[in-house]
Nanobody, 114 residues
Framework: QVQLVESGGALVQAGGSLRLSCAASGIRFSIATMGWYRQAPGKQRELVAT???????NYADSVKGRFTISRDNAKTTVYLQMNSLKPEDTAVYYC????????WGRGTQVTVSS
């Protein structure tokens, strides 16, 4: 059974930083493409960042230069370091794993106050 468990969401002031974690189990983590998506109230879920099994990364334009995705295959965990946070980063952040199918976590709330 695949499980993705996010943690690290919080209320933070604009300009602050947070690190999200996603602990994965039940999948061959080392060959999965892992990603972070977010969904703000009234908006569609959108890509934030992905990291492939070879370590290559992809970012949404809105977070380039501020967010960094990384993975630890030994801990089967993917991280999202978020710096210079803005109020528009407020959303529920979801962890995603793609390995022949898409798997999702339940999400963690990030709220950035102005």
């Amino acid at each position: 059974q695949v499980q993705l468990v996010e943690s690290g969401g919080a209320l933070v002031q604009a300009g602050g930083s947070l690190r999200l974690s996603c602990a994965a189990s039940g999948i061959r983590f080392s060959i999965a493409t892992m990603g972070w998506y977010r969904q703000a109230p009234g908006k569609q879920r959108e890509l934030v960042a992905t990291i492939a099994s070879d370590g290559s990364t992809n970012y949404a334009d809105s977070v380039k230069g501020r967010f960094t995705i990384s993975r630890d295959n030994a801990k089967t965990t993917v991280y999202l370091q978020m710096n210079s946070l803005k109020p528009e980063d407020t959303a529920v952040y979801y962890c995603n794993a793609f390995i022949w199918s898409n798997y999702w976590g339940r999400g963690t709330q990030v709220t950035v106050s102005s």
